[in-house]
C-alpha cells in the first residue's frame, strides 16, 4: 500500500472540498479556490473532514497515481489556506531587479532589460536582490520561479546569476597561470 496515498487528508475549518463526476475536484478556501482534474481511476470520497483517496487494484499504474492523486489534493489544500511562496536570489555586479506594476523587469548584464508580466494569480515582489513569488498554485509557483531563473542561470565560477534562495552552487576553480 503506498504509504502517501493512504494517508488521509485533513480538511481545516474555512475550506470546503468538492469532488464531482469525473473525479473533478474544486477545493475553495480563505486564501482562494482551486480546482482540478484528478486521474478518474482514484475513488476520492470525502469522510468527516477527511478526503481519502483510495485505488481499485494494485497494478503498478494505479499504485504510482495513488501517492500523486493523494498529494495534488494536499497541495490545493495548503495553497488556499497558506499559499506557496518561492525566494529567488540575484548575485552579480549590476544585477537587479525591480517592479513596475504587474511587470518584473530584470537588469542581468544583457543589452537590454528582460521584462517578465507576472501571471494570472501570481505575484512577484522585489526586495534588494531577493524576488519572492507567492501564490496559491504549486505548480504555478514553481514554474514561474522556473523561469526568472531561466533568465540567468548560476554560473560555477563567480556564482553570478538568479538563484533559488535554499539553492548551492557547485563553485569550480578557474584557470591557473603559466609558471
Not at 76 to 96: P, S
Amino acid at each position: 500500500m503506498s504509504r502517501i496515498g493512504r494517508m488521509p487528508i485533513a480538511v481545516p475549518a474555512g475550506v470546503t472540498v468538492e469532488i464531482a463526476e469525473n473525479n473533478k475536484v474544486t477545493v475553495k478556501g480563505p486564501k482562494g479556490t482551486l480546482e482540478r482534474v484528478l486521474p478518474s481511476e482514484m475513488d476520492i470520497k470525502l469522510e468527516n473532514g477527511e478526503v481519502v483517496v483510495t485505488r481499485p487494484n494494485d497494478l503498478k499504474k494505479m499504485k504510482s497515481l495513488h501517492g500523486l492523486t493523494r498529494t495534488l489534493i494536499a497541495n490545493m489544500v495548503t495553497g488556499v489556506t497558506e499559499g506557496y511562496a518561492k525566494t529567488l536570489e540575484i548575485n552579480g555586479v549590476g544585477y537587479r531587479a525591480q517592479k513596475q506594476g504587474k511587470k518584473l523587469v530584470l537588469s542581468l548584464g544583457y543589452s537590454h532589460p528582460v521584462e517578465m508580466e507576472d501571471p494570472e494569480g501570481l505575484e512577484s515582489v522585489v526586495e534588494d536582490n531577493k524576488i519572492t513569488v507567492k501564490g496559491i498554485d504549486k505548480e504555478k509557483v514553481g514554474q514561474y520561479a522556473a523561469e526568472i531563473r531561466g533568465k540567468r542561470a548560476p554560473e560555477p565560477y563567480k556564482g553570478k546569476g538568479i538563484k533559488y534562495a535554499d539553492e548551492v552552487i557547485r563553485r569550480k576553480v578557474g584557470k591557473t597561470g603559466k609558471k
